[in-house]
C-alpha cells in the first residue's frame, strides 16, 4: 500500500525512526529489537518463533507472545501508516521501500560498486561507508542482534577495504594513512589492511617503514596465530623489495579463486538454519540430513551470502559419500584437488595425504578463505582438509551427524515446514496456479513427504502441464507405489520420481535410463546421443526436457547432471526395463564416442604422432567437431573426469578392451597438463587389464607408461623400476620399436638424475633401434636427447652436431614438436659456444614455433634458453623477463625441472644486477626443488650461485665445494654463467 508519509529507518548506529524527517522515538529497548528484527528482514514475512527468539534468545518470558503483540500494535501507530505492519502466516512483515532503511541501502550501494568501473565504484562506496554512524544497533544488547552486529561490522570492514583500493589506486595515500594505521591498530590480525598500510607507506616514499609495517604483521602472525603472512602480502612484500616504485595498481595482488555452484534462483525457506549459518561465529559449521532434504542447495546458498567476508577464496568439492557406483573420494585426492584449485601445479602436490594436508594448510595461511565440503561420509574424510587457521569458513554437508568432529557446530535440516513446503512448491509452479487450489497443494507436498527434491519434481512436472490441476497432480500420486529401489527407502522421493518417469513420452523414458549408465557424473549432449542412439540436436532437446523436469540439473551451459537418488532410480530402471543387449549396446556406442573424440582431438594437438598412437578405426557416434588446439585442448579438459571413467571402467562385455588404447592415446595429453593422478589410474588400469588379458604387449606400454608418469612425480627409482620391466618384455617380444622407445624413457630417467654416461648409452641404444625400424621421428628425439647430454658433458660440437641431425630428421618428416626442441637445443649449444646471434635466433624460432602450436613446455625451455643468451650480452632486464616467464610456465605445466632452472635463471641474473640477497632467495628455492626431485645438475647450479652470491663467508665455501664436487662427480665442466645445459624432449607413448 502506497503510503501518505515519508518513512526513514537508521540501524548503523542508535535505532532512529523518521517520518517527514522528523525524529519519532521507537520505544524502549525491546520495542526498538522488534523493529530491527523485522526491518532486516524488510518485505519478508518473520514467523513469530523467529522473532520471539531475535527478541529474548533462548530465555524468553512466560508470555513473550503476548508481550510481543503489544510491541507490534505500538509500532504500528509510531509508524503512522498501519497497514506497513501486518500478520501473514506464521507471523508478520513490515512492508517498507528497502531504500528508507540504512542497512539495505549500505549493501545496495555495495554491491553496486563492486559491479561497476573503478570511478564509478569509489563515490558509491564513500557514500555507502557514510550512512554509518556508530556500530549497528548500538544501544541494543541481545544474542541475535549481536551475532548480526559481527556480521554487519565485518561488511563495513570490507567495504573499507575495497575504497581503500581505490583511494590507493587513485593516489590517495597521504590522505588515507592516518585513517589506515588507526583501523589496522583495531583489526591488528587482518592481513588485508596490513597490505593497505604497508603499500600506502611504499606509495609515499616511506619503504624503509613500509618493509618495518610488513615484519611487525609478520611477527604478529607467527606469535598469535603461528602462521606467516599470506600470498598476497608476501608478494607485496617482494614487490617494494624489488621495486623502486610503486606496483603500478595502487592495490595488494589479488589471489581469488571461487568455484561454488551457480545459487538456486526460487531458494525457499529455511530461514532459521540460514540465520545460525550466518549469524554464527563457529569457524567449522556442518549441516546434515537426510537425502534430498536441501543439504547442498543451503550451504550453497549460505556460501553466496559469505563469499564477500571471504574474499581471497571460495571453494566447492563433492564428496561423493553417497554417490551412486563411486567410492567416497579419499582424503588425499580431494586434497590433491583443492590444491590444484588454489593454483598449486600437480608437480608441486606430495603424495601423502598427511604432506597434502600440511600444504593445504600452508596455502591458506593468512587468506580469508570460505570452504564448501559437500557430500562427506563422515569426520575421518574431512579431518584432514580442515584449515589449521583463522580466517576461513568451512561449511559441510553430510547425511550424517559429525558428532565426533571437534569445535563444528551443526545444523541438522528436517523436512520442510508446511508453509515453506506450499511455498516452494508454488515458487516452482508459479504463484497464481497454486493459489487456486490451496487444499490441493497441501496435500502434493504431504505425499512428496515435505522434502524439497520431491517437491520440485513434481512442480516442475505440473508446471509443464498447464491442462492439470494441482488435485489431478495429488491424485496421480496418490494412486501411485513407492519404489523400494531407492537407496534411501523414502517413498515420497520413490512416488514423486516414479511419477516423473511414467509420464515422460517412450524417447525421453529411454534417454534417462540410459543415462544411469554412464560411468561418470556430467554428460554432454554428444555422450547423451550416444547412449540413446540419437541425433546430436535430438539428444540436446531431450536433456534439456529432463532439466525443465528436474530429473536432471545443469551446472554449466551444455553439462547436464543426475542427483544422486535420480541416477541411482534411473540406473535400477534400466537395469529392469532393458535387456543385457540393449545395456550393452549403448556403453558400447558410450565408449566409442569418448575413445574417437580423445583420438580426434590428439590428431589436432599432436598430428605427427597419429602412427604411434592406436588406429580406433570409424567412429559409430557423432563425435564433437575439433578444428584447432584450444578447442581439442578444451574439450580434452572438459571431458577429463569422464575419460578417465571410461578408460578405468569394466567394458560392456566384462573385458577392458579400450583400456590400453585410451591410456596410449590420453598420454600426451595428461603429461601436458599434469593431470599425473589421472594418469596414475587410466595407465594403471591399462596394465592390470593387460596382464589379466594376457596381452604382453599391451603390458609393456602400460609399463612404460607409468614410469614416464612417476618420472614426472619426481619418483626416479620407481620409474626406472617400470620402464625395466618394460624393457625386458620388449625384448622378449622381439619388438624393436618398443624396445627402442623404452631405451629412450630410461634415457630420460637417468637424464634427470645427471647419471649422463648411463642416459647417453640408453639414448644411442634407442636410435640405432629407430634406425632400424625406420622410425624418422623416433631418431629426431633420440638424437636430440643424445645431443643433451653431449651438452651436459661440455662436447659442444658433438651437441651441435646432433641436434643439426634431429631437426634435419624433425624437418624432414614435418615433426613440428621435435623441430621445436632440436631448435631450442640448437639454440643452447650456441649459447654455450658463445654463438649468441645464432643462438637467439634459433631460440626465436623454437619460441615461435611453441606458440604457435600451443606448446607451453617447449615455450618455457626456449624462453629459458633465451634468459640466458640475453644476460650474456648484458641485457639483465630482458634475460629476468625470459626467466619469470619460464618460471610461471614451469609452474603452470607442473615441470618441476624447468621450475628449478628458472630459479637458478633468476638467481644468476639477480647475481648479474648486483643484487645478492634476491640471488641467494631464488637459488635456494631452485636447490630446494632439485632435492625434492634428485636433480642433481640443478642441485650443482644452485649451490655454485650460492657460493657466488653468498661473498666471502663460510657457507659460500661450502657451497663452492658442494658444487664442485657435483660438478666432478657428474662429469660436467663448470657451468659459470653460461647457465643450463638443454632439457630432454618429452616422451610420447610406446
Not at 563515490?123 to 544488547?141: H, M, S, T, Y
Request: hydrophobic share 40%; net charge negative; glycine share 8%.
Amino acid at each position: 500500500m502506497a503510503t501518505t508519509s515519508r518513512l526513514e529507518f537508521r540501524l548503523l548506529g542508535d535505532i532512529e525512526v523518521l517520518v517527514d524527517s522528523r525524529p519519532v522515538d521507537p520505544g524502549p529497548a525491546r520495542q526498538r529489537c522488534v523493529l530491527a528484527a523485522l526491518l532486516v528482514d524488510a518485505n519478508r514475512v518473520v514467523p513469530v518463533d523467529r522473532l520471539v527468539a531475535r527478541v529474548w534468545g533462548d530465555d524468553p518470558p512466560l508470555r513473550a507472545r503476548a508481550t510481543l503483540h503489544s510491541y507490534l500494535s505500538r509500532l504500528r501507530r509510531i509508524l503512522a501508516e498501519p497497514d506497513l505492519l501486518t500478520a501473514r502466516r506464521p507471523g508478520y512483515v513490515l512492508a517498507v521501500d528497502p531504500g528508507a532503511v540504512d542497512l539495505h541501502r549500505f549493501r545496495r550501494l555495495v554491491a553496486r560498486a563492486r559491479e561497476v568501473g573503478d570511478e564509478q565504484a569509489l563515490p558509491l562506496l564513500e557514500q555507502a561507508l557514510g550512512l554509518w554512524r556508530d556500530q549497528a544497533f548500538a544501544l541494543l544488547d541481545a544474542p541475535w542482534l549481536n551475532r548480526l552486529r559481527d556480521t554487519l561490522d565485518r561488511e563495513r570492514l570490507d567495504a573499507e577495504l575495497d575504497r581503500n583500493d581505490l583511494v590507493l589506486r587513485f593516489g590517495g595515500h597521504a590522505e588515507l594513512l592516518p585513517a589506515l594505521s588507526a583501523r589496522s591498530a583495531e583489526h591488528p590480525l587482518d592481513e588485508r589492511l596490513a597490505g593497505q598500510v604497508v603499500l600506502a607507506l611504499h606509495h609515499a616514499g616511506r619503504s624503509a617503514q613500509a618493509l618495518d609495517q610488513y615484519q611487525r604483521i609478520r611477527r604478529r602472525l607467527a606469535e598469535e596465530l603461528g602462521v606467516d603472512p599470506g600470498p598476497a602480502l608476501q608478494r607485496l612484500h617482494q614487490l617494494i623489495l624489488t621495486t623502486d616504485s610503486d606496483t603500478g595498481t595502487g592495490t595488494l595482488p589479488p589471489v581469488r579463486v571461487h568455484t561454488l555452484p551457480r545459487d538456486v534462483e526460487d531458494f525457499t525457506g529455511r530461514d532459521l538454519e540460514r540465520d545460525r549459518l550466518l549469524g554464527t561465529s563457529a569457524a567449522l559449521t556442518t549441516i546434515d540430513g537426510m537425502a534430498g532434504i536441501g543439504k547442498t542447495t543451503l550451504a550453497v546458498h549460505v556460501a553466496h551470502l559469505l563469499a564477500d567476508r571471504y574474499p581471497d577464496a571460495q571453494l566447492f568439492i563433492d564428496l561423493h559419500a553417497h554417490t551412486a557406483d563411486r567410492e567416497p573420494t579419499d582424503p588425499a585426492t580431494a586434497l590433491g584437488v583443492l590444491l590444484r584449485s588454489l593454483g598449486t601445479p600437480a608437480e608441486r602436490v606430495p603424495t601423502g595425504v598427511e604432506e597434502r594436508a600440511a600444504l593445504w594448510r600452508a596455502a591458506l595461511a593468512g587468506r580469508r578463505a570460505l570452504l564448501v565440503l559437500d557430500n562427506a561420509s563422515g569426520s575421518a574424510q574431512v579431518r584432514p582438509l580442515l584449515p589449521g587457521g583463522p580466517g576461513c569458513r568451512v561449511l559441510i554437508t553430510s547425511r550424517r551427524r559429525l558428532t565426533d568432529l571437534e569445535s563444528a557446530r551443526g545444523v541438522s535440516l528436517e523436512v520442510l515446514p508446511h508453509d515453506d513446503a506450499a511455498g516452494l512448491f508454488a515458487r516452482v509452479l508459479g504463484e497464481d496456479r497454486a493459489a487456486a487450489e490451496p487444499d490441493a497443494v497441501a496435500e502434493v507436498v504431504r505425499r512428496c513427504g515435505r522434502l524439497p527434491l520431491a517437491i520440485r519434481i513434481a512442480a516442475a512436472r505440473l508446471r509443464t502441464r498447464p491442462a492439470w490441476t494441482v488435485a489431478h497432480l495429488a491424485e496421480r500420486i496418490r494412486a501411485g507405489s513407492p519404489l523400494a529401489e531407492l537407496a534411501t527407502g523414502d517413498r515420497s522421493v520413490a512416488a514423486a520420481l516414479t511419477l516423473s518417469y511414467q509420464d515422460l513420452p517412450p524417447d525421453r523414458q529411454r534417454l534417462f535410463r540410459s543415462l544411469g549408465l554412464h560411468p561418470g557424473t556430467e554428460v554432454g549432449a554428444h555422450a547423451a546421443a550416444a547412449l540413446g542412439d540419437l541425433g546430436v540436436a535430438t539428444a540436446d532437446r531431450l536433456l534439456e526436457d529432463l532439466v525443465d523436469l528436474h530429473l536432471l540439473h545443469q551446472p554449466a551451459p551444455g553439462r547436464y547432471r543426475c542427483h544422486d537418488l535420480v541416477r541411482a532410480f534411473a540406473a535400477r530402471l534400466a537395469a529392469d526395463l532393458d535387456t543385457d543387449d540393449d545395456r550393452r549396446a549403448a556403453l558400447t556406442r558410450l565408449f566409442d564416442l569418448y575413445l574417437h573424440a580423445a583420438a580426434r582431438a590428439m590428431d589436432v594437438i599432436a598430428p605427427r604422432e597419429k602412427s604411434r598412437r592406436p588406429d580406433v578405426g570409424a567412429a559409430t557416434t557423432t563425435v564433437p567437431a575439433m578444428t584447432d588446439y584450444d578447442g581439442a585442448m578444451a574439450w580434452l579438459e572438459l571431458e577429463r573426469a569422464n575419460l578417465v571413467a571410461v578408460a578405468t571402467h569394466a567394458g560392456p562385455d566384462g573385458s577392458d578392451g579400450r583400456a590400453g588404447d585410451l591410456s596410449a592415446i590420453l598420454l600426451r595429453y595428461l603429461d601436458l597438463r599434469g593431470h599425473h593422478e589421472d594418469a596414475l589410474a587410466v595407465h594403471g588400469h591399462a596394465l592390470l587389464t593387460a596382464r589379466a588379458g594376457g596381452d604382453r604387449r599391451l603390458e609393456g606400454q602400460a609399463l612404460g607408461n607409468l614410469g614416464t608418469v612417476y618420472e614426472r612425480l619426481g619418483h626416479y627409482g620407481t620409474a626406472a623400476d617400470h620402464h625395466l620391466r618394460a624393457l625386458a618384455l620388449a625384448e622378449q617380444l622381439d619388438d624393436p620399436a618398443l624396445t627402442g622407445r623404452t631405451h629412450n624413457n630410461l634415457g630420460n630417467v637417468h637424464l634427470a638424475v645427471a647419471d649422463h654416461r648411463e642416459a647417453l648409452a640408453h639414448y644411442l641404444r634407442a636410435l640405432d633401434l629407430a634406425r632400424e625400424t625406420g622410425d624418422r621421428t623416433g631418431q629426431s628425439r633420440s638424437a636430440n636427447n643424445a645431443g643433451i647430454v653431449h651438452e651436459r658433458l661440455g662436447h659442444y660440437d658433438a651437441a651441435v652436431a646432433r641436434h643439426r641431425e634431429a631437426l634435419d630428421l624433425a624437418t624432414e618428416v614435418d615433426d613440428v614438436a621435435g623441430r621445436g626442441y632440436a631448435l631450442h637445443s640448437l639454440g643452447n649449444a650456441y649459447q654455450r659456444l658463445g654463438r649468441h646471434d645464432e643462438a637467439l635466433a634459433h631460440l626465436g624460432q623454437a619460441l615461435d614455433l611453441a606458440r604457435s602450436t600451443g606448446n607451453r613446455s617447449l615455450e618455457g625451455y626456449a624462453a629459458q634458453g633465451l634468459g640466458y643468451v640475453h644476460l650474456g650480452l648484458g641485457r639483465r632486464a630482458e634475460s629476468a623477463d625470459h626467466f619469470r616467464r619460464a618460471l610461471d610456465l614451469g609452474r603452470d605445466t607442473g615441470n618441476r625441472g624447468l621450475e628449478a632452472e628458472a630459479l637458478n635463471g633468476l638467481g644468476d641474473a639477480a647475481r648479474a644486477d648486483d643484487r645478492p640477497a634476491r640471488a641467494v632467495a631464488y637459488h635456494r628455492r631452485a636447490l630446494a626443488l632439485a632435492s625434492e626431485t634428485g636433480d642433481r645438475y640443478q642441485q650443482a647450479l644452485a649451490h655454485d650461485g650460492l657460493g657466488d652470491a653468498l661473498g666471502d663467508t663460510p657457507e659460500a665455501h661450502d657451497h663452492r665445494d658442494r658444487a664442485l664436487a657435483l660438478y666432478t662427480d657428474l662429469g660436467v665442466p663448470e657451468a659459470g654463467t653460461t647457465g643450463s645445459a638443454g632439457t630432454r624432449e618429452q616422451e610420447e607413448a610406446p
